[in-house]
């Protein structure tokens, strides 16, 4: 194929198909799907941070018109019910395995953090379920409460969970910690720098929502869920209910956004498939918006202290990072490796600094438990190499970039060990560098900064360099570190007797684009129409195996197990024609979707093959009829995406209010797939990472542990007058190393370096007045706070 617009091939900046049936209203969401005689389910959640149940009574509830149950977490101890698993175990740093404290679908006894769920109305109708979730009366005998990981490892602090002294889930190193240590203290100078990365939560369009209907076809209890990840949440809910995989099917319809936060499998999803198979009705809940707030998980919340040291170069000699990572009340799904193995992975970042160690301690506090997030442990890995690089410029006297560019690792070191690890396949950040300060002119800063001074404002220039874990995968690698599930990616294609594909993927689409995206691999690798090619993903029971949609995973994994799945039907297409056309295997040759015979005017098209498979009349001894193939990939290592961020500010010195004036970006996410994607997906992660620096915060009264930004008037998620238009460029020089496409992922990449750049422009600003330092979000009042401070020091 040419990779022209039309031809929908890898390369081209095709429109979504998915869009046409959004835009017209035709997107099937849960709440969009209705069976006869459901129910609806209304969660009794605590009020209190921390509390001992001391009785639920539900009799005036039961009393109410249209109730049909209420169950709390005494039904389902009798039921014999399991706890909620999570899917990743990490070790201490001695090899002893993480404390493990159990979450209960419907809490036991105690509650540990506001919103927690307590008891379950199911009622004929969502009102009724709502007055009954009133009227049941529970008596808690509140505890004291901690909020903050460095208290709640104080010996005196309220302890959560018996089976976890001190608080504490885990403390894991990574990294040389003696050759660090030295290397540090032979330095000529030491930058330490003491960092706090902000909680936030995730605000996608539809709250989280599921309906179980059991005793479906072949007896199988199907759920209708909201997830990025329905394999995983079979995996999870019948874990927890004792159940068969066979019995459940897990359907994940439209989802309106997930961000990460619907990868994870939650208490609602175990407690509504129990209940309908309880009562065998089907039971819908739907979470509203403050209950989101307080139920979905969050993110981010590191306290971190961070040393580097720096010759006098300005060559980076030893970095040591301490970080206490606060995972909530319970440990969610993926909660104890974001801050753990994934975090600690990208802890060297762009830089060859030639010792490295990163302690990480994970806390457990009476707050809503913390998961990924878009960036998911590399914004945090980020933020603190590139706070210290720019503070150890500023020691050193030396520009912001050429401090960078003296400990870039250059490309000629690919593939590169780093010294806690990972090993990056490829990357060109040297070249990433210099390409994005010409394009954001940086050089030229000063004048603009004067003309901005001349007009009474403050302008600051940041820049922040990152590399990522993207395509998280390899099965072998996660399972070592401590993962229960594998992390290959399956897909199936099927070719019709016209010539039509229908793909089953193991990932989930949820606004990333995967129908068009994978029809452009297809119509790539097979020659066959675009148009022609839909994708199915999605379905337990449609789609074999599959791990999910997160860690910009999608591209990497799962469209890797498509290009291969594809090869085999070109290897099986080209034996059929070989043998149709009677000629010898090794003389056919395979372009742009037509087989034809090498020094012959022979030909057939790949259609045409499909077809002769499809009815198998004339087959090659032994080869089986039609034209399906199926791939398992997974991946010899993660992709190492990584690019750069220059973003430039003015701040109001009266208002302390941070107006964005231009945002530039370079990133390498390998070969493109369609640049068109690839830059509305770095477009919402920039969004994302964005609110992050200045608006988002969830913060908690330290005292009662209630949660003090539960809506959107207290949570400030960024609107588009915050935003600007951004600048992106995509450098493909630098494939990845090891998968088939040669692809890295993007999904992620726009909220990895953007709250470190975001933060450097901002102190950039404040220099002149001294400011060292300044915390996310960069509110107006913290901003205009930070320089009253400092004018009147
Ligand atoms: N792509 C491409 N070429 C590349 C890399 C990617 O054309 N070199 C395309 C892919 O084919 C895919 C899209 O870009 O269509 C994103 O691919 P990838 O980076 O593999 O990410 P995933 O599809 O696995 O999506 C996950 C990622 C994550 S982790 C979060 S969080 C996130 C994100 O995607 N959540 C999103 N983007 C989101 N976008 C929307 N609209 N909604 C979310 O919830």
């Known amino acids: 194929?040419?990779?022209?617009?039309?031809?929908?091939?890898?390369?081209?900046?095709?429109?979504?198909?998915?869009?046409?049936?959004?835009?017209?209203?035709?997107?099937?969401?849960?709440?969009?799907?209705?069976?006869?005689?459901?129910?609806?389910?209304?969660?009794?959640?605590?009020?209190?941070?921390?509390a001992d149940i001391l009785s639920i009574d539900t009799a005036n509830a039961h009393a109410l018109p249209s109730v049909v149950d209420i169950l709390t977490g005494r039904e389902m101890e009798r039921d014999g019910i399991g706890s909620i698993p999570f899917m990743w175990v990490m070790n201490n740093a001695d090899g002893s395995p993480m404390n493990q404290p159990k979450r209960w679908g419907l809490a036991r006894n105690r509650v540990r953090h506001v919103g927690e769920p307590v008891a379950v109305v199911i009622a004929e109708t969502a009102s009724a379920a709502e007055d009954a979730a009133e009227a049941v009366l529970v008596d808690y005998r509140p505890r004291a409460a901690v909020t903050n990981s460095r208290s709640a490892l104080d010996p005196s602090a309220p302890l959560l969970h018996d089976d976890a002294p001190g608080n504490e889930v885990y403390t894991w190193g990574r990294g040389d910690a003696a050759a660090t240590d030295a290397a540090i203290d032979g330095a000529s100078h030491v930058i330490e720098l003491e960092l706090i990365n902000n909680r936030i939560a995730c605000a996608a369009i539809e709250t989280r929502t599921c309906l179980a209907v059991p005793g479906t076809r072949f007896g199988t209890t199907t759920l209708y869920d909201a997830t990025q990840a329905p394999h995983l949440i079979r995996k999870s809910v019948t874990e927890a209910l004792g159940m068969n995989q066979a019995d459940l099917r897990v359907i994940a319809p439209d989802v309106g956004g997930g961000f990460g936060t619907k990868g994870k499998?939650?208490?609602?999803?175990?407690?509504?498939?129990?209940?309908?198979?309880?009562?065998?009705?089907?039971?819908?809940?739907?979470?509203?918006?403050?209950?989101?707030?307080?139920?979905?998980?969050?993110?981010?919340?590191?306290?971190?202290?961070?040393?580097?040291?720096?010759?006098?170069?300005?060559?980076?000699?030893?970095?040591?990072?301490?970080?206490?990572?606060?995972?909530?009340?319970?440990?969610?799904?993926?909660?104890?490796?974001?801050?753990?193995?994934?975090?600690?992975?990208?802890?060297?970042?762009?830089?060859?600094?030639?010792?490295?160690?990163?302690?990480?301690?994970?806390?457990?506090?009476?707050?809503?438990?913390?998961?990924?997030?878009?960036?998911?442990?590399?914004?945090?890995?980020?933020?603190?190499?590139e706070r210290l690089a720019d503070e150890a410029a500023r020691k050193l006297g030396l520009d912001r970039a050429e401090i960078r560019r003296r400990n870039l690792i250059p490309v000629d070191a690919m593939p590169y060990t780093t010294p806690i690890g990972p090993v990056y396949d490829s990357g060109d950040f040297p070249n990433i560098m210099e390409k994005l300060l010409t394009a954001a002119n940086w050089d030229s800063f000063a004048a603009r900064r004067a003309e901005s001074k001349a007009r009474g404002k403050l302008r600051g220039i940041g820049l922040a360099m990152y590399v990522e874990t993207s395509g998280v995968a390899p099965s072998k690698l996660a399972g070592m570190?401590?993962?229960?599930?594998?992390?290959?990616?399956?897909?199936?294609?099927?070719?019709?007797?016209?010539?039509?594909?229908?793909?089953?993927?193991?990932?989930?689409?949820?606004?990333?684009?995967?129908?068009?995206?994978?029809?452009?691999?297809?119509?790539?690798?097979?020659?066959?129409?675009?148009?022609?090619?839909?994708?199915?993903e999605g379905d337990t029971e449609a789609v074999p195996m599959g791990t999910g949609t997160f860690g910009s995973r999608s591209i990497a994994v799962g469209g890797s197990a498509i290009a291969v799945a594809a090869d085999k039907i070109v290897q099986k297409g080209r034996q059929l024609a070989a043998y149709l056309m009677e000629a010898a295997e090794e003389d056919v040759t395979f372009t742009n979707g037509v087989y034809a015979i090498s020094g012959t005017d022979r030909s057939m098209t790949i259609s045409e093959i499909a077809n002769a498979a499809n009815l198998g009349h004339v087959m090659p001894p032994g080869m089986e009829p039609g034209l399906n193939e199926s791939a398992f990939y997974d991946p010899s290592n993660f992709a190492?995406?990584?690019?750069?961020?220059?973003?430039?500010?003015?701040?109001?010195?009266?208002?302390?209010?941070?107006?964005?004036?231009r945002y530039c970006v370079v990133d390498d996410v390998g070969t493109v797939i369609n640049p068109m994607i690839v830059h509305a997906q770095v477009h919402g992660g920039l969004a994302q990472g964005i609110g992050q620096a200045m608006t988002e915060n969830v913060s908690y009264d330290p005292e009662s542990g209630q949660i003090l930004a539960g809506s959107f008037l207290d949570y400030g998620i960024p609107r588009a007058g915050d935003l600007i238009n951004f600048e992106g460029e995509l450098d493909e020089s630098q494939p990845c190393a090891h998968n088939p496409l040669g692809a890295k992922g993007c999904g992620e990449s726009g909220s990895i370096g953007s709250p470190a750049a975001l933060v450097n422009a901002v102190l950039d600003a404040l220099d002149p007045l001294g400011v060292r330092d300044i915390e996310m979000p960069l509110t107006p009042l913290r901003v205009w706070e930070t320089i009253r401070k400092a004018e009147t020091a």
């Open 1 to 50: 194929m040419d990779g022209t617009l039309e031809s929908g091939c890898i390369g081209d900046a095709v429109l979504r198909k998915e869009d046409k049936q959004f835009l017209l209203g035709n997107g099937q969401f849960v709440d969009d799907i209705r069976i006869s005689g459901e129910l609806h389910a209304v969660f009794v959640r605590s009020p209190h941070a921390h």
């Open 265 to 385: 499998h939650y208490p609602e999803e175990t407690v509504v498939t129990w209940a309908a198979r309880r009562l065998g009705r089907p039971v819908r809940w739907i979470s509203s918006r403050s209950e989101s707030f307080m139920s979905d998980a969050q993110a981010r919340d590191h306290l971190t202290t961070a040393t580097l040291g720096v010759d006098n170069d300005g060559r980076f000699v030893g970095l040591r990072v301490e970080t206490l990572a606060n995972v909530g009340a319970y440990i969610s799904t993926f909660g104890a490796s974001i801050p753990g193995a994934i975090y600690s992975a990208l802890i060297a970042g762009v830089y060859r600094t030639p010792a490295v160690y990163a302690q990480v301690t994970t806390v457990l506090t009476n707050t809503v438990p913390t998961d990924a997030y878009r960036g998911a442990g590399r914004p945090e890995a980020c933020y603190v190499l």
């Open 481 to 536: 570190l401590g993962a229960r599930i594998g992390f290959f990616e399956s897909a199936e294609i099927r070719v019709d007797s016209t010539g039509n594909v229908r793909l089953l993927a193991g990932t989930h689409n949820h606004g990333q684009g995967h129908q068009t995206t994978y029809a452009q691999i297809i119509a790539d690798r097979l020659g066959l129409p675009y148009d022609g090619v839909t994708v199915v």
């Open 640 to 661: 190492y995406s990584n690019g750069g961020h220059v973003v430039e500010i003015e701040v109001d010195r009266d208002t302390g209010e941070i107006e964005l004036q």
